[in-house]
């Protein structure tokens, strides 16, 4: 696949992650437009400042438990 500069991009999501990569691909010369229904800082990147912890997710929360090999690799 070849990328071209100038090339419209859709991020979604504003948190962390999303953020950052519509910083990088704006710096590489995409036009980008961030897509995310909440208001800054109301998503989980606003309480957890985009810290990624996968094993406090598995310890508190029931539905992760069975996901840690998936959790450590992500």
Same mark, same amino acid.
Do not use: F, N, Q, S
């Given at each position: 696949m070849i990328l071209q500069s *100038? &090339?419209?991009v859709a991020v979604a999501g =504003? *948190? &962390?992650f999303g953020s950052a990569t =519509?910083?990088?691909l704006s710096r590489l010369g995409f036009q980008v437009t961030v897509f995310d229904p909440a208001a800054p800082g109301d998503n989980a990147s606003g309480v957890a400042a985009g810290m990624l912890a996968? &094993? =406090?997710? &598995?310890?508190f929360d029931p539905v992760s438990r *069975?996901?840690?090999p998936v959790l450590r690799r992500g």
């Open positions: *100038g &090339a419209p =504003a *948190g &962390a =519509a910083l990088i996968p &094993a =406090a997710e &598995a310890v *069975g996901h840690m």
